[in-house]
């Protein structure tokens, strides 16, 4: 019973039995003669492997003063062992946020480019584009990614001047789309919904047969089912996992970008119950930075 929890500094591991933090990966990683890591983003579970957990951490592997990523390491990490046994380097992928596991793909968000990169793990190369649109910057500014077989499911937050800051909105694409392995248009093979009043979203979740969407602004929880708000534990919150008793939610500071790397700023992980969504308790990761995603391990 454990929860995966990635942040501006590293990736955080908390044992829900003994109450125990502790640090599994830190931002240099790559030895101190390189430069850090810009932080750990989106987690999930591999599909193909179930005591592995991925990790995606952002890079700027040629010019470390681009101030957001330009490029991405995905690590492997092997639970049963306590130990990384792979790291997948990325180049030109630009300002990673969540990522998704599906049969031996993992799918990447790159909001700096508007699309998503397709790594196929035989080979560890990307195999194709799932494109929004025609232009390739960050005008959408995807960042939440879930799927199952049925659908992928992308989230556009849509939190900025070049779209007037409009209300989220999700892609849902048919698995079939995909199956050709080749690179297509998401506007073109999925359908578009609107999540009216939902602002700065962050994460798309499976929760039972629904997802739940982080307004982080806000600090509410949408339900996507029902189409409405069932949480509010006030902003900023990242990062939204599960198991069979509870919901887990993270939550941290609203950190400047040159700032997020900061020791100053606490992560908190709010618990929640999954039936009636009362508030159980919520417990504080000290100096970690801003929190960005979270999984759980039911080991």
């Not at 681009?66 to 046994?85: A, M, P, Q, W």
């Not at 982080?214 to 534990?233: C, T, W």
Request: charged share 20%; with cysteine.
């Amino acid at each position: 019973m454990n929860l995966f929890i990635t942040s501006s500094r590293g990736v955080y591991q908390y044992n829900l039995k003994n109450d125990r933090i502790s640090k599994i990966i830190g931002n240099w990683h790559k030895g101190i003669f390189k430069f850090p890591s810009k932080g750990f983003f989106g987690t999930c579970l591999s599909c193909s492997n179930n005591s592995n957990i991925i990790f995606a951490s952002r890079e700027n592997l040629i010019n470390s003063n681009y101030e957001k990523s330009t490029d991405v390491i995905i690590h492997i990490y092997d639970f049963l062992n306590g130990v990384t046994k792979n790291k997948i380097i990325i180049n030109n992928l630009y300002d990673v946020h969540q990522i998704a596991s599906y049969k031996n793909f993992i799918f990447i968000t790159e909001t700096g480019k508007n699309r998503i990169q397709v790594l196929n793990l035989e080979n560890n190369s990307i195999e194709f584009f799932i494109e929004i649109g025609k232009i390739r910057d960050d005008k959408n500014h995807i960042n939440a990614i879930n799927i199952d077989d049925n659908f992928l499911f992308i989230g556009l937050n849509n939190g900025h001047k070049k779209n007037l800051f409009q209300n989220a909105q999700i892609i849902k694409i048919p698995i079939q789309a995909l199956y050709q392995n080749k690179t297509i248009d998401g506007l073109e093979a999925g359908i578009i919904e609107n999540l009216y009043n939902v602002f700065h979203t962050h994460d798309l979740e499976k929760y039972n047969d629904d997802y739940l969407i982080s307004s982080s602004n806000l600090g509410k929880i949408y339900s996507y089912n029902k189409k409405k708000f069932i949480i509010d534990i006030k902003s900023w919150t990242r990062g939204i996992t599960s198991n069979s008793e509870y919901i887990f939610i993270g939550k941290s500071g609203i950190g400047k970008r040159k700032l997020r790397h900061s020791r100053y700023y606490d992560g908190e992980v709010y618990v929640i119950d999954k039936f009636n969504f009362n508030f159980i308790k919520k417990f504080i990761i000290p100096k970690i930075g801003q929190l960005n995603d979270i999984v759980y391990f039911d080991n």
